[in-house]
């Protein structure tokens, strides 16, 4: 079924952003399932380099895109993308939407996937009013749970019911999709770490081999294989 999906859309690009700091399974089970379900020809892993939102990360960029790189490697359509580790200054989600919107051209559907917590507070982000008119957006949520339609966004967006709705423009629309949601946090996974607790079967092996290689995220504990 995502087989023909994919057919018909021809090109449509997912875009997740995240510190990613390291990224882990609760990142990519979710990615994965977006890409299969609205038949996506590229998810796009978009480390950030000064997130806006948040603390700074721990780890350097080059080190947090590696690890993306390792996370990703050998899955078909998943593409690691560095444009905002190039940028100085707060990596606000418009610039990189309106870069890659520049790149695409402006008939490619390109769908930013967020977590409902950040679809409601959508408002609070950097030029938030601009993000609909360059990109949809997918706002994942638990299977069974209400989707967050009372966020301000709801004003500026249609809400799409379909596949096709999304293919039949370049921008402008929401879907609500449920996925597997995994309780597991990059915080958690660091201060297991410093603790000298594995994270293993929270995050792929690949990544925990890097973490290892260049000792990333270690306190007094010996970093746990």
């Known amino acids: 079924m995502a087989h023909r999906i994919r057919e018909a859309l021809e090109f449509v690009i997912g875009v997740l952003g995240g510190t990613f700091d390291p990224i882990h399974f609760g990142h990519l089970r979710p990615a994965l399932e977006v890409y299969e379900s609205l038949g996506l020809a ?85 030029q938030w009013r601009e993000i609909p008119r360059l990109a949809h957006i997918v706002a994942t949520h638990r299977p069974g749970t209400a989707p967050a339609t009372d966020s301000p966004c709801m004003a500026l967006v249609e809400v799409a019911h379909s596949v096709a709705a999304l293919q039949s423009a370049p921008s402008g629309r929401v879907c609500f999709q449920p996925v597997t949601q995994l309780d597991i946090s990059g915080t958690a996974i660091r201060e297991g770490l410093r603790s000298g607790r594995s994270p293993r079967f929270l995050l792929p092996g690949s990544v925990l081999h890097y973490i290892a290689e260049h000792r990333l995220y270690q306190g007094d504990a010996a970093l746990p294989e």
Do not use: K, Y
């Open 42 to 126: 590229e998810m796009r892993f978009i480390p950030s380099h000064v997130p806006p939102h948040r603390d700074p990360p721990e780890v350097a960029s080059q080190h947090r895109l590696a690890m993306v790189e390792c996370a990703i490697a050998g899955v078909p359509g998943f593409v690691a993308d560095a444009r905002e580790l190039s940028r100085s200054g707060p990596s606000f989600t418009v610039d990189t939407l309106d870069e890659l919107r520049r790149e695409v051209g402006a008939q490619c559907p390109l769908l930013l996937v967020m977590g409902m917590d950040a679809f409601a507070g959508l408002d609070s982000w950097h």
